[in-house]
């Protein structure tokens, strides 16, 4: 149930998107995002409620005030959503194109692997690094949380300015700069394993992982009319939380198996196949261009 309800939040980046000027979707997005930071303190302080429960209970404390939390935010919806804000519409009896038309279109795949790639990426390493700190460096478990912590806070913060800088540079070099931020992530992190390489290698994969998520959702509109705009990002969202999820859940075993360095190799061809979306995508730009495509 609280998966379900997950999915349906990760929607709402969408929502604000097209509650405002397409040049500010990208600032839309982010500051979405920036409830990250919010939630990188609050996440944990719930949890530490239902420290003190009942024997049989010892988790009821911090369940309830989750509750509290799902309340308020149904508050917030119910008096600070409205549907008139909406710049888009879908157009009533149509459909807009075949699902196999539209993924042709090399825009949509250059948007669909910046998130899912990225995401994906993000979760792999970080999921990945407190048992290396811990298991194969010997750091302690209070360092591993510290590079943590650091790092959901370089992933979040940049929203602050991503947005900004999308409007500044463009979508293609700012995922061109979050590429690069992997990149010098999988470089330090390979070089040694020491408490500070940690650090800056999970900094650097934080604000990566902004980039080419910011980036990547927004360009997605770019490849799809608006009454094919549900099942598009339907499809998005499948393949960017199941590939984060894949990530997750194979970050132990492939660090088993192959070590730190090994698994650290294993993004870099996932990196370079972006890279290639990306180039195809930009080869084709002429045709891809407009907010609604031919």
């Not at 549907?83 to 196999?100: F, I, N, Y």
């Not at 910011?214 to 339907?234: A, I, N, S, W």
């Not at 499948?238 to 730190?260: E, I, N, R």
Request: neutral net charge; hydrophobic residues 55%; charged residues 10%.
């Amino acid at each position: 149930v609280g998966g379900t309800g997950l999915a349906v939040v990760h929607q709402y980046r969408f929502a604000a998107m097209e509650s405002v000027a397409p040049g500010m979707a990208g600032s839309a997005a982010a500051r979405v995002l920036l409830g990250g930071l919010v939630a990188a303190w609050l996440g944990p302080e719930i949890a530490l409620v239902g420290g003190g429960g009942q024997a049989e209970y010892p988790f009821m404390g911090g369940w309830l005030a989750l509750s509290v939390v799902q309340v308020l935010a149904m508050v917030v919806l119910v008096f600070g959503y409205r549907a008139s804000g909406e710049r888009v519409r879908e157009a009533l009896g149509e459909g807009g194109r075949p699902m196999t038309d539209i993924l042709r279109q090399p825009v949509i795949w250059a948007a669909i692997s910046a998130a899912a790639i990225g995401y994906a990426l993000m979760s792999f390493i970080m999921t990945a690094t407190p048992l290396s700190m811990t298991e194969v460096a010997d750091h302690p478990l209070e360092d591993a949380k510290w590079v943590i912590q650091i790092h959901i806070m370089a992933m979040y913060l940049p929203s602050l300015v991503s947005g900004w800088l999308i409007r500044v540079v463009g979508i293609p070099r700012m995922m061109g700069l979050g590429l690069l931020a992997y990149l010098g992530c999988v470089a330090l992190a390979f070089s040694g394993i020491s408490f500070h390489h940690y650090l800056f290698a999970l900094i650097l994969l934080g604000v990566g992982w902004n980039f080419l998520f910011v980036g990547g959702t927004t360009l997605l509109p770019q490849g799809y009319r608006d009454e094919e705009r549900f099942r598009v990002q339907g499809l998005n969202d499948l393949m960017v939380f199941g590939s984060q999820a894949t990530a997750a859940l194979s970050a132990g075993a492939v660090l088993a198996a192959f070590d730190w360095n090994g698994l650290l190799l294993i993004a870099i061809p996932f990196l370079v196949l972006h890279g290639v979306l990306m180039a195809v995508w930009l080869m084709s730009r002429p045709q891809d261009r407009g907010r609604h495509p031919a």
